[in-house]
């Protein structure tokens, strides 16, 4: 159950940018297990991954994710993968508010120098 997680320390994650504007959370995790998912509005699920089968929680960003397994679980927020520490159990993920850079940025500029 999602209390039982409850006591771990929370650390903060947020992309410097972002390539989509669904603030939507994807996890996947290769050997399965559970994940605990609350948004900014209280609302919390357990999620059970299966083995290499992605799941999606639509709900209001920011979310704190925890599970005893954290590591080993992939997760996507607004087309980039999140950058889990090693040690986390559980992890505060805010979305970004900058979109990407345009991909041919650092050409265009430097054809512009010459």
């Known amino acids: 159950e999602c209390a039982a997680l409850a006591g771990s320390a929370v650390k ?7 390539r989509k504007a669904d603030s939507r959370l994807f996890l996947v995790a290769p050997r399965g297990g559970a994940v605990c998912v609350v948004d900014a509005s209280g609302k919390s699920a357990l999620i059970s991954l299966k083995p290499m ?3 999606a929680f639509a709900g209001k960003p920011p979310y704190v994710v925890r599970s005893s397994n ?11 993968r999140v950058k889990i520490p090693a040690d986390a159990q559980a992890l505060k993920l805010v979305p ?3 979109a990407a850079p345009p991909y041919n940025a650092a050409e265009t500029a430097s054809d512009s120098d010459s």
């Not at 903060?12 to 972002?18: C, F, L, Q, V």
Request: proline share 4%.
């Open 12 to 18: 903060t994650w947020a992309p410097a940018y972002h």
């Open 53 to 55: 089968v992605g799941q």
């Open 96 to 98: 970004a508010s900058e």
């Open 70 to 80: 954290l590591a080993n679980v992939e997760m996507y927020m607004q087309g980039l």
